[in-house]
């Protein structure tokens, strides 16, 4: 008597009933004639992560296909279906969906396959598989960060093209349903919805697709509190310093390189977690302005810096001559000056005291050009006019300039992105 041959494996009986053994199942349903219908629905489980430096999306859902292999009906008396698990799948036909443009996908397999196969009487097969798929999502950023993205997930047959194979939404518009408790930290979720389109190659001709479209708009809290703010409060210290004496170098100097140094800082760590793209974004518009406004706060402090010297330089040279023309009187001047009234021009005291100043300034300056034009026979009020120059205007000046500047900007770049 012979041994039976342990190495071949039996047919179980779900396998005799669907007469797996009887039938070529590399074939498509019905090769050589009619185009296999094959009906899709999604249930999306989970969207896991949208990166904007790698232009791409993670999802988890569940994938389900149904035609009808006449190769696979059976007899029952009760019409009842036949659940199987991945090992009756290998065995049989199956659609050869992929994803497109996508990087990485992998069925789950914890704690076994997680792939489904029902069977019903009349040969409809029901097959369904839990898929984590990481795919291509082309974003514009040139309103980041309150932009709004679109991104798609693309299910077409790899091999078959539509005279074999047509894809279609097994429910249309309803073909697509999504987990209540999907929710994303940067992102809200507007909308999710199916479309279908076909495509072509030049190579093997047309092909059907579907596409699982889905909008997100990006939450701007969070961005508010790490960049906007931080970066409004930088421009608004670097205006301190038109309220600080010119005279406090150690004071305003320190100040400016400061608030500069950190807008650099804010702006370098929004760019590393950005992708390289050759467009200007929305934030690196206001950060870069903030920046030009920091940077002229300390430009206008240099200027007043500057100009203050040029006026000491000339009021030194004035008081040297001053001796040569005491007891001068000169018309257009209300009243005369002592030499004490002279000694008093470098006084820096309360309000007064300045205004006098500025007043013993403009008489020494007055006093300078009629002299010169005594000489040279010029008009000296033009002359005065045009070199007079108060230091203290452009403080006075820069305090409503730059703030009312800085807030037209954020009116109308608030206007434009909102």
């Known amino acids: 008597i012979r041994s039976p041959d342990m190495t071949k494996t039996t047919m179980t009986k779900s396998e005799q009933l669907l007469s797996i053994n009887d039938h070529d199942f590399t074939m498509r349903p019905g090769f050589g004639g009619h185009t296999v219908q094959v009906g899709v629905d999604v249930q999306v489980e ?32 009760t019409n009842k279906s036949m659940t199987f698990d991945g090992r009756l799948v290998k065995k049989i036909w199956v659609p050869d969906l992929f994803f497109v ?48 993205q679109t991104c798609s997930l693309e299910i077409e047959s790899y091999a078959y093209t539509d005279d074999d194979l047509m894809l279609y939404w097994k429910k249309g518009n309803n073909s697509l349903s999504t987990d209540e408790r999907i929710s994303l930290s940067q992102f809200l979720i507007q909308e999710f919805h199916t479309t279908s389109k076909k495509s072509f190659y030049s190579s093997t001709g047309w092909y059907n697709r579907l596409y699982i479209n889905f909008t997100l ?39 400016g390189i400061t608030t500069v140094l950190t807008m650099s800082t804010i702006i370098t760590g929004v760019n590393a977690s950005m992708p390289r793209v050759s467009y200007i974004k929305a934030v690196d518009i206001y950060l870069w ?50 030499e004490d009234d002279v000694n008093n021009t470098g006084n820096y005291g309360g309000e007064s005291m300045e205004n006098g100043a500025a007043m013993q300034q403009r008489m020494m300056v007055h006093l300078d050009f009629e002299e010169n034009d ?14 007079w120059i108060d230091t203290h205007a452009i403080d006075k000046y820069s305090r409503v300039i730059f703030p009312g500047s800085y807030i037209l900007f954020n009116i109308i770049y608030w206007s434009c992105y909102l």
């Open 101 to 148: 443009h996508s990087k990485k996908s992998f069925t789950h397999d914890t704690t076994t396959d997680n792939v489904m196969l029902r069977v019903y009487p009349d040969g409809k097969v029901l097959y369904s598989l839990r898929v984590t798929v990481t795919s291509m999502c082309s974003m514009d950023l040139s309103r980041f960060p309150l932009d709004t």
């Open 46 to 77: 989970s969207l896991d992560t949208i990166s904007e430096v790698d232009m791409d999306f993670t999802m988890t859902l569940y994938i389900r296909h149904y035609w009808k292999d006449e190769r696979l009906s059976f007899h029952s008396t």
């Open 289 to 338: 302005v903030s920046f030009v406004f920091v940077f002229l706060s300390v430009i206008e402090y240099a200027a007043v810096n500057y100009l203050s010297t040029v006026q000491e330089r000339k009021e030194r040279k004035l008081r040297e001559r001053l001796p040569c023309t005491c007891g001068m009187t000169h018309p257009g001047m209300m009243g005369s000056y002592s």
């Open 217 to 255: 708009r990006r939450h701007i809290f969070f961005f508010l509190l790490q960049t906007y703010f931080p970066a409004t409060l930088m421009v608004m210290l670097s205006w301190v310093s038109f309220w600080i004496d010119r005279r406090a170098v150690p004071a305003r100097v320190p100040l």
């Open 374 to 387: 005594q000489i040279t026979g010029h008009v000296g009020s033009s002359a005065y006019s045009s070199m």
